[in-house]
T-cell receptor
Framework: EADIYQTPRYLVIGTGKKITLECSQT?????MYWYQQDPGMELHLIHY???????EKGDLSSESTVSRIRTEHFPLTLESARPSHTSQYLC????????????FGPGTRLTVL | KQEVTQIPAALSVPEGENLVLNCSFT??????LQWFRQDPGKGLTSLLL?????REQTSGRLNASLDKSSGRSTLYIAASQPGDSATYLC????????????FGAGTQVVVTP
């Protein structure tokens, strides 16, 4: 059973607001990831981290930023939300070796009006 | 750039029939391949992970095969049940991606009672 949590599960906000999507895992995993998924489409990696103070941009360009101050916590921030940011955001983690399964959180469905 | 394709995009079968889901990838230099299940509005649950050196993996009614040279994987679900209704995604990890996965768009499965 994977222990990876995301809050909020659903968020509806107005344009221009600053938001932070939370992701936490209690498995002590070093590697964490943020994916963006539109309905019926594949997941796209937007950010990843290999450990504390390590963050990298993913394959899909995103206006969001991330931080990794603690191993268990990997929040994603949008400074000024726009309707184009409406999507589902999924957080994942893995232990760190190449053979490991990637575990996913339940996701945050973001709607920007 | 690795591309992952899943055909068909949607599939409907009566309960009891076996399910066959296909996944193809363009670059055979993969580290492993994972099959995930995603329920509507939820995160992903890992079903099976096949290492590049393996030909297949089994878990209960699920069996996944991997043919690296032809760039194909197939997920078989025996004796389908309505509870198997979900979207099934495959994802490949390249040899130098340190845990980054490339996803297909998924196959949406409906099992009718």
């Amino acid at each position: 059973e994977a222990d990876i949590y995301q809050t909020p599960r659903y968020l509806v906000i107005g344009t221009g607001k600053k938001i932070t999507l939370e992701c936490s895992q209690t498995m002590g995993h070093d590697k964490m990831y943020w994916y963006q998924q539109d309905p019926g489409m594949e997941l796209h990696l937007i950010h990843y981290s290999y450990g504390v103070n390590s963050t990298e941009k993913g394959d899909l360009s995103s206006e969001s930023t991330v931080s990794r101050i603690r191993t268990e916590h990997f929040p994603l921030t949008l400074e000024s939300a726009r309707p184009s940011h409406t999507s589902q955001y999924l957080c994942a983690s893995t232990k760190g070796t190449g053979t490991d399964t990637q575990y996913f959180g339940p996701g945050t469905r973001l709607t920007v009006l | 750039k690795q591309e992952v394709t899943q055909i068909p995009a949607a599939l409907s079968v009566p309960e009891g029939e076996n399910l066959v889901l296909n996944c193809s990838f363009t670059d055979s230099a993969i580290y492993n391949l994972q099959w995930f299940r995603q329920d509507p509005g939820k995160g992903l649950t890992s079903l099976l992970l096949i290492q590049s050196s393996q030909r297949e993996q089994t878990s209960g009614r699920l069996n996944a095969s991997l043919d690296k040279s032809s760039g194909r994987s197939t997920l078989y679900i025996a004796a389908s049940q309505p509870g198997d209704s979900a979207t099934y995604l495959c994802a490949v990890k390249g040899p130098d991606s340190w845990g980054k996965l490339q996803f297909g768009a998924g196959t949406q499965v409906v099992v009718t009672p």
